[in-house]
Antibody, heavy 122, light 109 residues
């Protein structure tokens, strides 16, 4: 059974750096075709993709947020970390991590974590 | 940059009826189109990938199709548990990245 779980601070101050961790099980990010993606959703708004890391350690970012985002993985611990610098109230959102499958799945995100809510406020 | 436009924003349909949700891309895409269902307080759930392939465990009443830049999600006979928000999503091969539509809220008529 594939599961993902996000963790991180519920509240951050403006200008601080947000660090989120996604711990997963049921698959290995070393296997070809496996990827983990981060997505966020501001309250009452649509989904916004943030970043993806693949089995080969290639990293891809939302172009509008690229300068603020870093994604990394620790394959031995089955986790992926996302950092977002210079937080602003507009970054208030629920942050999800999800497994994405390459190849025949065209990188669709087939299993999602339950999300973690982050509020940016002083 | 590819823009995905979903319509309508809200769709009111009675249980048992058919629902047709649309997603239009700003340019011709590959088949890298997926549909997700999201209920209040829950994470999205993958329904369809590669434009028309149902994800494992998804009921047969959900189907996807594509024609040029237009993509459609059809729910053949609405069940009470189908009322939710639906998002289309495109994966771009280069530069790699995802674009989501703004969502269609499917509500009970």
């Amino acid at each position: 059974q594939v599961t993902l779980r996000e963790s991180g601070p519920a509240l951050v101050k403006p200008t601080q750096t947000l660090t989120l961790t996604c711990i997963f099980s049921g698959f290995s990010l070393s296997n070809s075709g496996m990827c983990v993606s981060w997505i966020r959703q501001p309250p009452g708004k649509a989904l916004e993709w943030l970043a993806l890391i693949d089995w080969d350690d290639d990293k891809y970012y939302n172009t509008s947020l690229k300068s603020r985002l870093t994604i990394s993985k620790d394959t031995s611990k089955d986790l992926v970390v996302l950092t977002l610098t210079d937080m602003d109230p507009v970054d208030t959102a629920t942050y999800y991590c999800a497994r994405a499958l390459g190849s025949n799945y065209y990188y669709a995100m087939d299993v999602w974590g339950q999300g973690t809510t982050v509020t940016v406020s002083s | 940059e590819i823009v995905m436009t979903q319509s309508p924003a809200t769709l009111s349909v009675s249980p048992g009826e058919r629902a047709t949700l649309s997603c239009r891309a700003s340019q011709t895409l590959s088949s890298s189109l997926a549909w997700y269902q999201q209920k209040p307080g829950q994470a999205p759930r993958l329904l369809i990938y590669a434009a028309s392939t149902r994800a494992p465990g998804i009921p047969a009443r959900f189907s996807g199709s594509a024609s040029g830049t237009d993509f459609t999600l059809t729910i053949s006979s609405l069940q009470s548990e189908d009322f939710a928000i639906y998002y289309c999503q495109h994966y771009n091969n280069w530069p790699p990245g995802y674009t989501f539509g703004q969502g269609t809220k499917l509500e009970i008529k």
